[in-house]
């Protein structure tokens, strides 16, 4: 059974490859379709931070407690409701602090809400089988 000899690139061998059509490119595809409502001008918060809140006790409204007997300075004329404060507590419910720290109006401390736990809550007991013994 006699072995046709590989040919080489080297001994002047020139494979014949057709050329290909030229086509023009692909489309671009059509710009995708909002499914929502969209407004150009919608701007997403920024979070404020605490290096950012002013100093001292405050409520939303930009009023700051002064004294213990809760004589305060009210927010001056114009410049009330500052975005900063817009996580504080209402005029007349509390005040707040740069750290977070609530207080009532009877400056008694306001625990904050205990965090929720992000791991999934059972609900029952787990039973255990055994297989195989």
């Known amino acids: 059974m006699p072995l046709d ?3 080489r690139r080297s001994d002047g061998f020139q494979s ?20 929502v409502r969209w407004n150009e001008n919608l701007v997403c918060p920024s979070p404020i931070f605490p290096s950012q809140r002013p100093r001292g006790w405050f409520n939303r409204r930009g009023d700051q407690l002064w004294t213990n007997e809760g004589a305060y300075k009210a927010a ?12 504080y507590p209402e005029c007349g419910t509390g005040w707040m602090n740069e750290e977070g720290v609530h ?13 929720r736990s992000a791991l999934k809550q059972s609900r029952g007991p787990v039973v255990q089988v055994n297989q195989g013994s």
Request: proline share 33%; hydrophobic share 25%; no cysteine.
């Open 5 to 7: 000899p590989q040919r």
């Open 16 to 35: 014949v490859v057709p050329a290909r059509p030229t086509s023009p490119p692909p489309a671009p595809p059509p710009p995708a379709t909002r499914n």
């Open 76 to 87: 001056p004329p114009g410049q009330e409701f500052p975005p900063e404060l817009r996580d």
């Open 103 to 115: 207080i009532d109006m009877g400056h008694r401390l306001i625990p904050k809400a205990p965090l």
